[in-house]
């Protein structure tokens, strides 16, 4: 068991994702240029819009702790390790959006299970990115 999920958990990326691709490509082709994977910045921002000084994180629900969704769930085993690991990610990410917004960022999180629904996320981001 512990061989077959040290292979799942190698498996893992957090660059290039299937839900970052699908927001890059609507952003793509609602016509925004952006850059990716700025390491200057703080937390690393998935998406980066230098004209507008805007950020988008990209976070899955299970890694980032999405509150209320069923994808968020702690698992049964190792519980105090996947507990610091998950809460250390949650408050990693409020102190890079705290550090982005002091540098005068404007940050987005979008969660995994927010790209299911291409309708929402659309008007989600021309919301946050008006032209």
């Known amino acids: 068991m512990k061989t077959k999920r040290s292979s799942i958990m190698s498996s893992i990326v957090s660059k290039d994702t299937k839900p970052e691709i699908q927001v890059r490509k609507l ?8 850059r990716l994977h700025r390491k200057d ?28 969704c069923k994808r968020a769930t702690m698992p049964k085993t190792n519980v105090e390790f996947w507990e610091k690991k998950l809460k250390g990610n949650v408050s990693r990410d409020a102190k890079a959006i705290e550090q982005l917004q ?9 969660w995994e299970c927010e790209t299911k629904n291409l309708d929402e996320l659309t008007d989600r981001l021309t919301a946050f990115l008006p032209r």
Do not use: E, N
Request: charged content about 15%.
């Open 27 to 34: 952003l793509h082709a609602l016509g925004y240029r952006f």
């Open 102 to 110: 002091d540098l005068g960022y404007r940050c987005l999180v979008i």
């Open 41 to 68: 910045l703080p937390g690393t921002p998935d998406i980066v819009l230098p004209r507008r000084k805007s950020v988008i994180f990209v976070h899955g629900c299970f890694w980032h702790l999405h509150p209320g």
